[in-house]
């Protein structure tokens, strides 16, 4: 016969090692994602990221702010994002995704060269100011520009977008309808008046600008007018 002591000591045992195997399944189903979730999580940090880094500066943002404005430990955010460059990597290839399926629409769907190229010009505009902190951080941060050539590398995405709009351009120059016939300098200079315009529309909100449709209208008319032949 086991002592009772002894039995008392197996009785407890036995006890913890029911307890331990209900903590670590426990663990284990919260582990778990249920479908969907991990995405929204992830997209969560990443909106939260975006609003901090243009709020209070990327430099100042911490993973333990993004974490706490999110709902979630540092150490659950590191699940989906290894530092913060992994997560301005992110929003600047997703940014440039949308853009460059914004222009694949834009060709499918307006195959004359000018009126692809004015839809272009007009959908860039309108994509940066309805996306602003994105585009802010994509074309207008330092850290998004050092990031390109990193292994975190965002080049890729951003010289197909810039590839898509030179498609643009160039399709006008070899209609014969430019007066400019190099594509790479006049999508230079094209792309420095519509960025110009988002520039200013998102730094300087305050102005006294004209009604938003037609500002961004006469701009494009403006731009297309510049360069190109006219009888």
Request: aromatic share 8%.
């Amino acid at each position: 016969m086991v002592p009772g002591s002894m039995q008392l000591f197996l009785g407890r045992a036995r006890f913890l090692s029911g307890q331990m195997k209900d903590e670590l399944r426990s663990r284990f189903n919260r582990a778990r994602k249920r479908k969907g979730e991990g995405r929204q999580s992830r997209q969560e940090i990443l909106a939260a990221a975006k609003r901090l880094f243009v709020k209070e500066g990327y430099g100042a943002t911490t993973i333990r702010r993004i974490a706490a404005n999110v709902g979630i430990s540092s150490t659950a955010l590191y699940v989906y994002f290894q530092d913060k460059d992994a997560i301005l990597a992110e929003i600047c290839n997703e940014t440039f995704a949308a853009l460059i399926q914004n222009l694949d629409d834009i060709r499918r769907e307006f195959p004359e060269p000018l009126q692809a190229l004015e839809h272009a010009l007009e959908g860039y505009i309108r994509f940066g100011l309805d996306h602003p902190n994105e585009y802010e951080l994509t074309f207008m941060s330092r850290r998004a520009r050092e990031l390109e050539e990193s292994e975190l590398g965002t080049e890729e995405l951003g010289t197909q977008a810039f590839d898509g709009f030179y498609g643009c351009v160039d399709a006008v120059v070899q209609a014969g309808l430019a007066y400019e016939s190099d594509p790479h300098r006049l999508t230079h200079q094209l792309w420095a008046g519509a960025h110009g315009l988002v520039a200013l529309l998102l730094l300087k909100p305050g102005l006294q600008w004209e009604e938003l449709n037609s500002l961004i209208r006469s701009h494009v008319v403006m731009l297309i007018h510049g360069v190109t032949r006219h009888p």
